[in-house]
C-alpha cells in the first residue's frame, strides 16, 4: 500500500487542522493506520491509530479530546481532525500502515512497514 498524507500548514494557537491520509493498492481495510509525529529536534512519537477490520481506535494521551480519527474504507483515507492546537503540536505528521497489526503494538512504529511522505503542521502563538 501507498500513503499520502496532505493538509498540514500553519495555524494560530487554538486553532484546528485537519489531515488526511491517502491509500492506494489492495484490501484497505486490512490495514492498521496511525498517525505519528515528529517535531524539531525531537524523536517521532505516536499520535493515534485506528485497527483493521472492526477500527478500533487509539489515541495518545496528549490528544484526547483535542483529536479525532476517522476511517473510510470505501475512500481508502483516515483523517485526524485536531482541534484546540498548541504551539507544542508543531510537527511533521507521517501517516503509517501495517497490515492486521496486532492492538498490542499500534503504537510501535517499527511494526509499521508503510509510511507518507509527512506533513508539516506549524502553530504559532
Known amino acids: 500500500v501507498q500513503l499520502q498524507a496532505s493538509g498540514g500548514g500553519s495555524v494560530l494557537a487554538g486553532g484546528s487542522r485537519r489531515l488526511s491520509c491517502s491509500a492506494s493498492?489492495?484490501?484497505?481495510?486490512?490495514?492498521?493506520v496511525a498517525w505519528f509525529r515528529q517535531a524539531p529536534g525531537k524523536e517521532r512519537e505516536f499520535v493515534s491509530a485506528?485497527?483493521?477490520?472492526?477500527?478500533?481506535?487509539y489515541y495518545a494521551d496528549f490528544v484526547k479530546g483535542r483529536f479525532t480519527i476517522s476511517r473510510d474504507n470505501d475512500k481508502k483515507t483516515v483523517d485526524l481532525q485536531m482541534n484546540s492546537l498548541q504551539p507544542e503540536d508543531t510537527a511533521t505528521y507521517y501517516c503509517?500502515?501495517?497490515?492486521?497489526?496486532?492492538?498490542?503494538?499500534?503504537?510501535?512504529?517499527?511494526?509499521?512497514?508503510?509510511w507518507g511522505q509527512g506533513t508539516l503542521v506549524t502553530v504559532s502563538s
Open positions: 503509517a500502515a501495517a497490515s492486521f497489526l496486532h492492538g498490542n503494538y499500534y503504537n510501535t512504529e517499527r511494526y509499521y512497514n508503510f
Open positions: 493498492g489492495r484490501f484497505f481495510i486490512n490495514y492498521t
Open positions: 485506528v485497527k483493521y477490520g472492526v477500527g478500533t481506535i
